[in-house]
């Protein structure tokens, strides 16, 4: 005998991240990109690995995607962040976001 049970997709929403989803979003970024072969020549392997990316993705985030909202996030019905988009408006480069990170960078990498 089986019992059946109804199958529903799972649900996601897609929504601007806000200032508070940062450590979520860093936390996400970090696990996704932690074997990637470019990004290692940059943080190597280690035991504060994902750690170092967190904070390199923070200070990325910071220097200009986040305040401008350019950084979207999938989130699940708990609240729960799943995935994140980051990207740059046409003809805005953040330099001064940058260079007021440039200490964050500088300790991640």
Known sequence: MSTEHPVTPATAVIRTARAADLDDV???????????????????????KRERLALLFAALLRSGPLPAGTVDVAVDARGGILGAAVW??????????????????????
């Open 88 to 109: 740059e408006a046409p003809g805005r480069v953040p330099t001064h976001g940058i260079l007021r990170q440039a200490p964050t960078f500088l300790r991640a990498l």
């Open 26 to 48: 860093t936390r996400v970024l970090a696990e996704a990109f932690a074997e990637d072969p470019v990004l290692a020549g940059f943080v190597p392997a280690g035991p504060r």
